[in-house]
C-alpha cells in the first residue's frame, strides 16, 4: 500500500481490453473526494492530497466500474498506470441502452470531424451540444426541435434556419457540417427542410467563426452533426409514435457485427413520419434511410461508410400572412397555398472516412462526402409584398414551377501528430479541404405574376379579409420571359490548415491554428464563361487555465470571412446593388469559465464574447422584375453578450440541461440610415432554456419518471422595414416575445419504454420568427405524442 509519507502523484492511461484510448473516464479519489477524467489520449494524472492515495475508482457509460489499489495495478515505465475496463456484458448492456437514457445528459466530449478535439473542459471555445437520449426525451423529429436547448441559439423561421450569437445561420448565410464536413444542407434549396435527428448521435454548435477549422462560416456558430456509429454488440431499437395533427412515426435503430471476429460492423437508422401538421394544406410524409457500416481489416485501420437517403413529399410552408399589421388576426393554419401545390425532394449523400495509424504518434485522416439534392415544387407564394399598403390586406402573389438538381462534393484530409516534449504535449494537425457546388445544366424555374381571367389579364393577389382560396389552372398563368434563375454560383473551395493543440503540465492547454482559404465561383447561368475568386488568411488562438479541479478558466480569438459568388460581383446590378458586393469579415473575442458541479456531473459554461462583422449580407426581401432576389449590404455590426449553459445530473435520478443568453447587437454603420443603432434582424436580447427530468428509483412507482422545461425568446426585429415615415425613413417592427411551457410523463421497465410528450401546454399564439408582415412563422399550438419503444 502507497503512504502519504511516500506518495507520489498518480498517472496512467485508461484503455479498453483492445488497446484503445478511452476519453472523459471518470478517475476519482475516494479518500480525497477528487474527481478529474481522463483527457482525449485516456491519460489521467492525479495530484497527492492530503490523505494516502489508497483506491482509485474509474467509471465510463458502457463499462463496468473498476476500483483498484494502487499497489495492484499494472504499471509500465514509460506510461505510469495502466488501466483496462471491461465493456458491460449484453445482459447489463440491455439495462443499458434503457440505463443512459434514463441518466445523464451530460457529454464530455467533442470531436468536429477530428480536427478540434478533445474534453469540452480543455477546450477554449463554448461549445453547446445535445445527446441523442436528449432528443428522445423530447421526442425531437428535426433538429430544429432542439433549437431552444442549445445556449445563445433560436429560430429565424420554420426552415433550417437558426440566429446564433445574433446571426442568421441558414441558406447561403451558414452551412451544416456533418461528422465535420460540410453537408448540402444549408446549401442550395435544401434550406426549407430541417435535417432529421433519426441517425444523429449529437447535435454540436460550436461558438463564434470556426474558419481556421473549416472555411467560409458565419461568425454566430457553426453546426456540426454526429451521426450514430456502429456498435460491436448486437442492439435492436424499435420506436411508434402517435400525436396531434394525426401524426404517425416510427423509428428502428439497428446494430451488431456481421463476422465473428468483429471486424465489419453495421448500423441501420430508419425513420418514417406521416402528418397532416397544424398548417392548412399542408401535410408531409417523409422517409429516412440511413445504413453505416466499420471495418477494421487490420490493427490501426478504420474504415466508416455512410449513406442516407431522405425523401420528402408534401407542401412548402412559406409561413403566414398577416392581415391590417395585426399578428393575430388570422388563424394559425392559415395558408395561402393551393391544394394542387406540392414539394417533393430527395436528398442523397454518400461519405466514406478512412483512419490510418501509421506509428505510435502519426496518425492520417481522411473523408469524402458526395450530396445530390433534387427538387420538383409547384406552389403559389407571396411576391412578398401587399398591393394595399400600410393597410396590408391583399397580397400580391406569384407563381412558381421549378425543377432542380445539385451537386455537393467535400474531401477533408489531414495528418495528426501527438507527442511529448518535456513538460509539454502537442497534437498537431495539417490539413487539406476541398469542397464543390454545382448545379444541374437541366436546372429551370419558371414564374408567374398574373393569369388570364375572364380574357382580361390580371395580378395574382390574396384577399385577406375574404381570403377564397380558388383552384387556379395552371394553363391560364401569364409565365414571365425566361430568365436566368438566381440558383447558387457553381463553387470550389479549397483550404491549407495547420493547428497545434498544446498541453503544458497539468494547468494549461493552448490552441494555435491559422488557414489559408481560396474560393473560386463562376456564373449561375452555365451558358456564361465569367468567374471570381477570394482568399484569405484566417488565424486562431485559444487557451484554458485549470484553476482547480472543478474549474477551467478559457480564452479565444478567431476570424472568419463570407465570399460572394460570382454573379454578385459581375451581375451586381441584378441583386440591387450599383457596384459589386464585397466579401464579409469578422472576428471573436470570447472568454468565460468552465466549472463542474456534483462531482463534474454537472457541466456549466459561463462565456462573454464580443463579435464584429463587416459587409455582412442582408436580404430586402423585395423581387426584382426578371425573378431575382434584392440584397444590401450594411457597412457594420457587432453582437455581444453572455452565455450560461449547463447540462448533466445533480443525482443518477435528477438530469438538467438549461441555458440562458444575454445578446446584445448593433447596427454600427449601413446604407439605410434610420438603421443605424437597430438590433440585427431575428436576434433577441433573451433566450432562456430549461430542462429537468426525474425518475423514481425505487418502490412500487420504479421507473415512473417525470420531465419539464420552458423556453423563452424576447422581441425580434423584423428583416425587412414595415412602413416608412413622414421623413421617408424606414421604419421597422418587431415579432413579440414569447414563452411557452412544455412537460413529459415517462415509464421505463426492462427494455419497454412509455413517453408522454406535452408541448405549449398553454396554448400560446406566438412567432418563432419570420421576414416581414407577408411571412411570418407561427409556432405550433399545444400538442400532445406518445411513443412506444423496445430495446433489446
Not at 10 to 17: D, L, T, Y
Not at 623 to 640: H, K, L
Not at 650 to 662: C, M, V
Amino acid at each position: 500500500m502507497i503512504t502519504a509519507q511516500g506518495q507520489t502523484p498518480v498517472k496512467g492511461k485508461v484503455q479498453n481490453a483492445m488497446g484503445k484510448n478511452l476519453q472523459g473516464v471518470t478517475v476519482q479519489d475516494k479518500k480525497n473526494n477528487v474527481t478529474i477524467q481522463s483527457d482525449r489520449n485516456g491519460n489521467f494524472q492525479l495530484q497527492k492530497g492530503s490523505k494516502p492515495l489508497e483506491i482509485i475508482k474509474f467509471s465510463a457509460i458502457g463499462f463496468e466500474d473498476k476500483e483498484v489499489l494502487l499497489d495492484t495495478v499494472d504499471q509500465t515505465s514509460d506510461n505510469g498506470w495502466r488501466i483496462v475496463m471491461i465493456p458491460l456484458s449484453l445482459e447489463l448492456d440491455e439495462v443499458l441502452v434503457t440505463g443512459r437514457r434514463n441518466n445523464s445528459y451530460l457529454t464530455n466530449s467533442v470531436e468536429m470531424g477530428g480536427k478540434f478535439s478533445g474534453t469540452l473542459k480543455d477546450l477554449p471555445q463554448s461549445v453547446s451540444l445535445v445527446s441523442k437520449e436528449f432528443m428522445e426525451d423530447k421526442q425531437a423529429f428535426l433538429i430544429t426541435d432542439m433549437a431552444q436547448d442549445l445556449a445563445g441559439v433560436n429560430l429565424a423561421s420554420s426552415y433550417d434556419d437558426f440566429t446564433i450569437r445574433g446571426f442568421r445561420s441558414g441558406y447561403n448565410s451558414g452551412l451544416r457540417l456533418v461528422n465535420g464536413m460540410r453537408s448540402a444542407y444549408g446549401y442550395g434549396t435544401s434550406y426549407f427542410r430541417s435535417p432529421l435527428t433519426v441517425n444523429l448521435e449529437t447535435i454540436e454548435v460550436l461558438k463564434g467563426p470556426g474558419a481556421s477549422l473549416f472555411g467560409d462560416i458565419v461568425p454566430g456558430g457553426t453546426i456540426n452533426m454526429v451521426t450514430k456509429k456502429p456498435l460491436e454488440e448486437e442492439k435492436l431499437d424499435v420506436n411508434f409514435a402517435f400525436g396531434s395533427f394525426q401524426t404517425l412515426r416510427s423509428t428502428i435503430d439497428l446494430t451488431g457485427a456481421l463476422d465473428s471476429s468483429k471486424k465489419i460492423l453495421y448500423r441501420l437508422n430508419v425513420g418514417y413520419e406521416n402528418s397532416k401538421t397544424f398548417r392548412d394544406n399542408n401535410q408531409r410524409k417523409t422517409l429516412l434511410i440511413a445504413p453505416s457500416f466499420t471495418f477494421k481489416p487490420v490493427d490501426g485501420t478504420q474504415i466508416d461508410v455512410d449513406m442516407v437517403y431522405d425523401n420528402f413529399n408534401g407542401f412548402l410552408d412559406r409561413g403566414i400572412g398577416i392581415r391590417n399589421n395585426d399578428l393575430y388576426a388570422l388563424p394559425r393554419g392559415f395558408n395561402v397555398n393551393q391544394p394542387s401545390d406540392y414539394f417533393h425532394s430527395n436528398f442523397i449523400t454518400l461519405s466514406a472516412i478512412l483512419s490510418q495509424k501509421i506509428n505510435e504518434n502519426l496518425n492520417f485522416h481522411a473523408s469524402y462526402m458526395k450530396a445530390i439534392y433534387q427538387e420538383d415544387l409547384n406552389e403559389l407564394r407571396t411576391l412578398n409584398t401587399f398591393s394595399d399598403a400600410p393597410a396590408n390586406t391583399i397580397m400580391n402573389m406569384r407563381f412558381l414551377e421549378k425543377k432542380m438538381k445539385d451537386y455537393t462534393d467535400n474531401l477533408v484530409s489531414y495528418l495528426s501528430y501527438s507527442n511529448h516534449w518535456g513538460n509539454t504535449e502537442h497534437r498537431m494537425i495539417l490539413g487539406v479541404d476541398y469542397a464543390s457546388y454545382s448545379p444541374d445544366r437541366d436546372n429551370v424555374q419558371k414564374e408567374a405574376r398574373s393569369r388570364v381571367l375572364d380574357g382580361d389579364t390580371v395580378r395574382l393577389t390574396v384577399d385577406l379579409d375574404n381570403p377564397i382560396k380558388e383552384l387556379i389552372s395552371p394553363s391560364s398563368y401569364v409565365w414571365l420571359p425566361q430568365a436566368s434563375f438566381p440558383f447558387l454560383n457553381p463553387y470550389k473551395s479549397l483550404g491549407i490548415y495547420i493547428q497545434d493543440q498544446v498541453t503544458i503540465g497539468d494547468k494549461w492547454h493552448i490552441i494555435f491554428g491559422l488557414r489559408h482559404e481560396r474560393y473560386s465561383s463562376s456564373s449561375a447561368d452555365l451558358q456564361e464563361t465569367y468567374n471570381t475568386s477570394q482568399s484569405s488568411w484566417l488565424p486562431r488562438l485559444g487557451l484554458t487555465y485549470k484553476i482547480n479541479n472543478q474549474v477551467n478558466y478559457f480564452a479565444s480569438y478567431s476570424q472568419g470571412y463570407i465570399p460572394v459568388g460570382a454573379d454578385f460581383v459581375h451581375n451586381h446590378e441584378n441583386y440591387g446593388s450599383n457596384t459589386a458586393f464585397k466579401p464579409e469579415k469578422s472576428c471573436q473575442i470570447e472568454t468565460g469559465f468552465k466549472m463542474g458541479f456534483f462531482n463534474n456531473q454537472l457541466q456549466t459554461e459561463m462565456s462573454v464574447f464580443h463579435i464584429n462583422r463587416r459587409n455582412m449580407l442582408m436580404s430586402t426581401g423585395a423581387v426584382s422584375e426578371a425573378g431575382f432576389p434584392i440584397y444590401r449590404q450594411s457597412g457594420e455590426v457587432y453582437s455581444q453578450g453572455i452565455e450560461l449553459d449547463f447540462r448533466g445530473q445533480i443525482t443518477k435520478d435528477f438530469q438538467l440541461s438549461g441555458n440562458y443568453s444575454f445578446n446584445h447587437t448593433e447596427v454600427k454603420t449601413s446604407s439605410i440610415q434610420s438603421e443605424v443603432g437597430q438590433m440585427l434582424p431575428n436576434a433577441p436580447r433573451h433566450v432562456v432554456g430549461l430542462w429537468a427530468k426525474y425518475v423514481i428509483p425505487k418502490n412500487a412507482l420504479k421507473g415512473l419518471g417525470f420531465g419539464a422545461g420552458l423556453s423563452h425568446v424576447s422581441s425580434r426585429r423584423m428583416e425587412n422595414f414595415a412602413r416608412k415615415d413622414d421623413q421617408g425613413n424606414e421604419q421597422w417592427d418587431k415579432w413579440p416575445a414569447y414563452a411557452t411551457i412544455n412537460a413529459a410523463l415517462y415509464y421505463h421497465v426492462k427494455g419497454v419504454r412509455l413517453s408522454l410528450n406535452a408541448n405549449n401546454i398553454l396554448d400560446k399564439y406566438y412567432y418563432l420568427g419570420g421576414f416581414d408582415y407577408t411571412r411570418g412563422f407561427v409556432g405550433a399550438p399545444r400538442n400532445f405524442m406518445v411513443s412506444m419503444g423496445y430495446s433489446f
